[in-house]
């Protein structure tokens, strides 16, 4: 046969077989349509932003405004000091602290240059590299009219005080990752990314796997029955990513050097519901799949835009509302949040709440599913036996 002939024929059998065509010419389109939303504000907008006012002036006041008429900060409210604001960000309800000294005027009068400081989330880059730049830019551009009007205000000759100007001068703290490192701020999530599509490849595999060779049924009319074979098949691949999580978490700490704030023990168990959560979905999906290139093609639909959407790299904050119940319904964001608050901030327990709370829910929802599964199953086989003849 000639090439032509060869390729006339694979056209052919992607015409034929739908759902290839729909990942072939659907899915890029699709998936442009949600990244292109995904990222529709450009850039990260109304950071929330704390302020520790230790000066309580007319000036002061200016400075809080000029953050709060910025696109990059809104103003959230107030705290009495850096511990209690810094308290608000590892809570995850601010990511900016602007601390405005005592005295701030009187050293503008004096000749002087006082500093603002700005704490900043550096747990996730992008807000921090964003917060960083226009903090800055906030605070040059404040602090040179400031400084003008202070000096006219006390009499000086408006050109010599223009020769004159003392800017206000930016101080910035990066929290949880201060040197910026993409390998601290990436690799941790990337890690759940692959576990996640590791598990749920290799579930849905095992069970597509009977299906393709008329052992499913057999199998389920085991002695055991559905529930027995289901949990079985779990166990497995539950195991396998405990090894997986335990070696690549290993490795992770000690070959990268990344490190892990947080509670060894607490981080080993979130990662075993992260695992447990993973096996449920994927025993759950892979029961609506007939072949195992139907449970590729739906893994890889469930793995190529969760990393995106789970908040990990591109904020929460900044993803677009109607996107917000798909990041809500992927594990990955709940375990990319609570990663971060383990191995970035060394928080405990109650900053994981929210996290476990989802998955138990979702291996929950799962357990009902295959326990209609296995229930219905086993009615038809009382009804109706049947066989994989």
């Not at 005080?161 to 990752?177: C, D, E, G, K, S």
Request: hydrophobic fraction near 50%; include cysteine.
């Amino acid at each position: 046969m000639k090439i032509s002939d060869i390729a006339w024929l694979e056209f052919l059998h992607i015409k034929k077989d739908r759902r290839l065509a729909a990942v072939l010419f659907l899915i890029p389109a699709l998936y442009l349509l949600i990244f292109g939303y995904l990222y529709s504000a450009q850039k990260v907008r109304e950071l929330p932003t704390l302020v520790v006012d230790e000066e309580n002036s007319y000036l002061s006041r200016e400075l809080v405004r000029a953050y709060d008429q910025s696109e990059t900060f809104r103003i959230s409210g107030f705290a009495l000091n850096e511990t209690e604001a810094q308290k608000e960000i590892d809570a995850g309800r601010a990511q900016i602290v602007l601390i405005i000294p005592a005295g701030l005027t009187r050293d503008l009068k004096e000749g002087k240059s006082p500093a603002i400081m700005t704490l900043i989330n550096g747990s996730n880059m992008i807000i921090a590299n964003a917060a960083t730049r226009a903090a800055n830019e906030i605070v040059a551009t404040f602090g040179a009219g400031a400084s003008l009007k202070v000096m006219e205000a006390a009499g000086i000759n408006p050109e010599k005080a223009r020769h004159t100007l003392q800017p206000l001068l930016f101080r910035y703290r990066v929290l949880y990752n201060p040197t910026f490192n993409y390998t601290n701020f990436l690799l941790p999530g990337l890690l759940g990314a692959v576990i996640q599509q590791v598990l749920l490849l290799g579930v849905a595999l095992a069970i597509t796997r009977e299906k393709e060779q008329g052992t499913w049924i057999r199998l389920l009319q085991s002695p055991g029955g559905p529930k027995t074979v289901l949990l079985g098949k779990g166990l497995v691949y539950f195991l396998v990513g405990c090894l997986d999580s335990l070696l690549t978490f290993a490795l992770l700490h000690w070959l990268w050097g990344v490190p892990i704030k947080g509670n060894g023990l607490l981080l080993l168990v979130f990662n075993l519901l992260f695992i447990l959560a993973l096996v449920a979905v994927g025993l759950t999906a892979s029961l609506f799949s007939r072949t195992q290139l139907e449970a590729t093609q739906v893994t890889m639909l469930i793995a190529m835009p969760s990393f995106l959407l789970s908040g990990y790299t591109w904020p929460m904050l900044a993803i677009p509302d109607p996107l917000k119940p798909l990041s809500f319904i992927l594990p990955l964001t709940y375990y990319t949040h609570g990663l971060r608050a383990l191995v970035d901030r060394g928080q405990g327990w109650q900053a994981l709440k929210v996290d476990v709370a989802a998955f138990l829910a979702l291996i929950f929802l799962c357990w009902l599913l295959l326990k209609k599964f296995a229930t219905n199953f086993a009615e038809k086989q009382e009804n109706n036996p049947v066989s994989d003849e």
